[in-house]
Nanobody, 123 residues
Framework: VQLVESGGGLVQPGGSLGLSCAASGFTFSMYDMGWFRQAPGKEREFVAAIKWRGSNTYYADSVKGRFTISRDNAKNTVYLQMNSLKPEDTAVYYC?????????????????WGQGTQVTVSS
């Protein structure tokens, strides 16, 4: 199993950034997927998750209305579109595979993680 994030970078407050996570080594379309983030000195936190069919999505309150998670099962890829970015969104963003089928906010229910991609929101 391999998860590889890309798309991070430096963006000004109010700007947008899109992250991608390419999956391989498993049947991607059978698993729910999630995005988490970790800022320096803080615990990892849930950002968003999407059901295996893409029919349901879940968001942390802090990003609801600004971030959009989506997936393309034909490309084995999950995306995170981030709009109206704030300095407090600065973190390393990780995608992960949910092995539980629910409790998408709970990092312990994810069994494989990517290496992370840095997002910095600063003027």
């Amino acid at each position: 199993v391999q998860l590889v994030e890309s798309g991070g970078g430096l963006v000004q407050p109010g700007g947008s950034l899109g992250l991608s996570c390419a999956a391989s080594g498993f049947t991607f379309s059978m698993y729910d997927m999630g995005w988490f983030r970790q800022a320096p000195g803080k615990e990892r936190e849930f950002v968003a998750a999407i059901k295996w069919r893409g029919s349901n999505t879940y968001y942390a309150d802090s990003v609801k209305g600004r971030f959009t998670i989506s997936r393309d099962n034909a490309k084995n890829t999950v995306y995170l579109q981030m709009n109206s970015l704030k300095p407090e969104d600065t973190a390393v963003y990780y995608c992960a595979r949910n092995s539980y089928g629910s409790r998408w906010y709970d990092g312990s229910k994810y069994d494989y993680w990517g290496q992370g991609t840095q997002v910095t929101v600063s003027s």
